[in-house]
């Protein structure tokens, strides 16, 4: 069975620093791009970065360009997000989804596997 | 990079065909064939329901239909039944080399 399950989440008070891991199994991990994506309590879908299969490709939202920084280990079957100078307004339920099947190292262009997230609270 | 709109809410009742909008622009849903659409009922994690436009993923049923036109996706649902009420996500690639979302719309099944 395809399964995507994050980890990590938690409390953690402004200027703060988390990193969420996502666990991959039932797929070829390395085969696919990953993709985090957050939805603040009662708001619509955010995406937030990509990062293609061999980590050749990396992309974020202008809102935590600089902050955030999404990496992957395919021998561990594991996509990871270190979310550094943490704001309130990151406060959301943090999804893993994987990408497509495209058979090339480019963030595929949907999300076809979605884990069921992990929230994150920025509160003092 | 801005969200692309949805209408926030639409309705049908049991049996009608309902079509949700999504508008962007030239630099992302006109300029590329690549919207997919999610559900997401309360609580859940979205689900892929439409990609690249108009393609349906494997267990998806085919009441689900997607199409484009110029700087407008649309996403319709035939023969409405009660679990289609979910909110639905409309998503595209962009210039920037990033992704967007739509606002979301919530679906009543009267």
């Known amino acids: 069975e395809v399964q995507l399950v994050e980890s990590g989440g938690g409390l953690v008070k402004p200027g703060g620093s988390l990193r969420l891991s996502c666990a991959a199994s039932g797929f070829t991990f390395s085969s696919y791009s990953m993709n985090w994506v957050r939805q603040a309590p009662g708001k619509g879908l955010e995406w937030v970065s990509s990062?293609?299969?061999?980590?050749?490709?990396?992309y974020y939202a202008d809102s935590v360009k600089g902050r955030f920084t999404i990496s992957r280990d395919n021998a561990k079957n594991s996509l990871y997000l270190q979310m550094n100078s943490l704001r309130a307004e990151d406060t959301a339920v943090y999804y893993c989804?994987?990408?497509?099947?495209?058979?090339?190292?480019?963030?595929?262009?949907?999300?076809?596997?979605w884990g069921k997230g992990t929230t994150v609270t920025v509160s003092s | 990079q801005s969200a692309l709109t949805q209408p926030a809410s639409v309705s049908g009742s049991p049996g009608q065909s309902i079509t949700i909008s999504c508008t962007g622009t030239?630099?992302?849903?006109?300029?590329?064939?690549?919207v997919s659409w999610y559900q997401q009922h309360p609580g859940k994690a979205p689900k892929l329901m439409i990609y690249d436009v108009s393609n349906r993923p494997s267990g998806v049923s085919n009441r689900f239909s997607g199409s484009k036109s110029g700087n407008t996706a649309s996403l319709t649902i035939s023969g409405l039944q009660a679990e289609d009420e979910a909110d639905y996500y409309c998503?595209?690639?962009?210039?920037?080399?990033?992704?967007?979302f739509g606002g979301g719309t919530k679906l009543t099944v009267l």
């Open positions: 998503s595209s690639y962009t210039s920037s080399s990033n992704w967007v």
């Open positions: 989804a994987r990408g497509g099947y495209s058979g090339y190292d480019f963030p595929s262009y949907y999300m076809d596997v």
């Open positions: 990062i293609s299969s061999s980590s050749s490709y990396i």
């Open positions: 030239s630099s992302d849903v006109g300029g590329y064939n690549y």
